[in-house]
């Protein structure tokens, strides 16, 4: 028992030594956005700015849209996942819960779409959309994102075909509950703790999102977080303006950091469920 | 009896292949067709402005004379050393955290916290960090240790580097969760089995943990590959054009750069073509050997 608390002792030890290399580029960023540029080339550096510059973050926001920078990442976001959410839950319903013809052919052909690379379609996708002029608009990163990921299928279908008793739907069904109402009242609810973890992630992987964002967005107003905020560097890494940069990279963490903490267990129990059962 | 439910079955059916439908169609819209057009304009050379001209393969050809591709094969492949390294690490972190003592969670979420954090973001941070001058980097190497750093970002010969240790950081929370998820449902009973054979700690990490968390290797080695055949992002903040000497593009930087600066976009989607039939053989491959390793229960 005694060397069972010893380990313990030491595992925290290295714990908290490694916590230093994961934690300190971020309190060292925060600390270089809060400087005048001219000292951030002190040396040897100081951890705590003196005196403390706010003026760094007034000048990022008055450089760049940022406000409409995160209302574009919001809008996608929201739309992308409350409708395609809704979509995902539909078809690992049927998927998941029922029979028909063609099923497995189906599901594996979808399956099969998770091998095709976004670098394969981006180029013919991007000529599609500009066909239809939506180049410099929102609806390329949403309008794909409503039809259903085929990952958040076969998440949620996993998880309903042992949460959803075939007995319950059956009991509805006699009791002269229709095909939609089911999946509404019974199907949706039970779905809840599935839905809440690929919305984490989505969440995660839409705001996070640069390469077709950085394809698709060109006026400033109508780019999304990451593209503006990307573009703040080439604006100022020639006049090596660090303070200014890492201002940047701040206001483009905070956000995703406060909703991880609001929704940690969903963010990191939806990982550990998609990796053992995807 | 029977004409009612079979007339209900029927409802049910439509029902069903209404549910099913939006994916399917998003399939065909977003998926199958920009695939097989991907294949047509890589016959083609077309700018997106002057009519395309069929030129058969010489876009594959000229693929294969160009020795940026290689270039950026091989840093694409270069970066994948990173994928073990991180692996061990998190297999690491996984075991120490995996106790119940006050603290514990705490940790965990700080370890996580650059997986949720914008690659943009993070990207633009290490730059700063590995600034071969006022870097912090740089600085701790010099004042604690004595050693000059290298100019990490500027030199062709550290870039790759630099590009590894940034993705061990900003992965290892994430693999770590997943090993923390894998070592929780190995059964105790296979370790009190071994303890009464005599086995010491070693023994049972080798022989029982080490193969029961294989399906989680797997995964994460294969997500791994397949994301590094992939990374972009942060190619783009810290290797501006590719880096010094181009020793800092992956193969999807290339195919940007030739899509969306040059226009050149036949001779693109044949090097996207390129990837994607690596990256379908790799995972190939990777399927095929997973039953020789990976534990299945």
């Known amino acids: ?278 | 009896m029977n004409i009612k439910l079979n007339g209900y079955r029927k409802k049910e059916l439509a029902w069903l292949y209404l549910f099913v439908a939006p994916p399917v169609l998003g399939f065909l819209i977003f998926g199958l067709t920009p695939m097989l057009f991907s294949i047509f304009i890589s016959f083609q050379k077309w700018d997106m402005i002057s009519t395309p001209s069929w030129v058969g393969f010489e876009n594959y050809i000229e693929l294969f004379k160009d020795e940026k591709v290689f270039k950026s094969l091989f840093n694409t492949v270069y970066l994948m050393i990173g994928i073990p390294i991180g692996m061990a690490l998190s297999l690491l972190l996984a075991i120490l955290m995996n106790r119940s003592i006050k603290g514990i969670s705490f940790l965990r979420t700080m370890y996580y916290l650059p997986v949720i954090s914008p690659i943009i973001a993070v990207s633009l941070l290490w730059q700063w960090i590995l600034n071969q001058d006022y870097g912090l980097l740089n600085h701790v190497l010099w004042n604690w240790f004595g050693i000059k750093g290298p100019n990490w970002l500027g030199d062709a010969a550290w870039v790759k580097p630099s590009l590894i240790l940034i993705g061990l950081w900003g992965g290892l929370g994430g693999n770590m969760v997943l090993y923390l998820a894998g070592l929780q449902s190995v059964s105790s009973t296979y370790y009190e089995a071994a303890e009464i054979d005599g086995a010491n700690g070693w023994q049972k990490f080798m022989r029982i943990t080490l193969p029961l968390l294989s399906p989680i290797h797997f995964f994460v080695l294969v997500m791994g590959i397949i994301g590094a055949f992939q990374s972009f992002s942060q190619i783009y903040v810290l290797a501006v054009d590719g880096g010094p000497e181009y020793s800092g593009a992956t193969i999807v930087y290339y195919i940007f750069q030739h899509a969306f600066k040059y226009f050149n976009m036949g001779f693109a989607s044949a090097a996207a073509w390129l990837l994607g039939i690596l990256i379908f053989i790799v995972t190939l491959i990777q399927f095929k050997f997973a039953d020789r390793w990976v534990y299945q229960d």
């Open chain 1, 1 to 278: 028992m005694k060397y069972k608390k010893m380990a313990d002792y030491w595992a925290l030890l290295l714990l908290f030594a490694g916590l230093i290399f994961m934690i300190a580029p971020f309190i060292w960023t925060l600390s270089t956005s809060l400087k005048a540029q001219r000292n951030v080339f002190e040396i040897p550096p100081k951890w705590i700015p003196d005196p403390m510059n706010f003026s760094n973050y007034v000048e990022v926001w008055r450089q760049a849209p940022l406000l409409n920078g995160f209302a574009n990442s919001l809008i996608i976001v929201v739309v992308v996942l409350t409708i395609g959410l809704l979509v995902a839950a539909m078809s690992a319903y049927a998927f998941g819960k029922f029979e028909f013809p063609f099923k497995g052919a189906l599901f594996l052909g979808l399956l099969g779409t998770m091998m095709i690379p976004y670098s394969v379609v981006m180029i013919p996708q991007f000529i599609g959309f500009s066909w239809l002029d939506w180049v410099d608009t929102l609806l390329p990163l949403i309008v794909p994102g409503l039809f259903g990921n085929i990952v958040v299928i076969f998440f949620i279908r996993q998880f309903i075909s042992s949460a959803l008793p075939n007995d319950l739907i059956e009991a509805a069904k006699i009791d002269g509950c229709s095909f939609p109402r089911i999946f509404w009242s019974i199907a949706l609810p039970v779905m809840k703790p599935a839905l809440a973890a690929q919305a984490a992630l989505g969440f995660m992987g839409i705001w996070n999102d640069f390469l077709g964002p950085l394809i698709y967005l060109h006026t400033p107003e109508k780019q999304t977080i990451q593209v503006l905020i990307a573009s703040m560097q080439a604006l100022y890494i020639g006049q090596s303006n660090y303070p200014i940069i890492m201002a940047a990279a701040i206001i483009a963490m905070v956000p995703v950091i406060i909703v991880f903490f609001f929704c940690q267990r969903y963010f990191i129990e939806s990982l550990a469920i998609s990796g053992i059962k995807g």
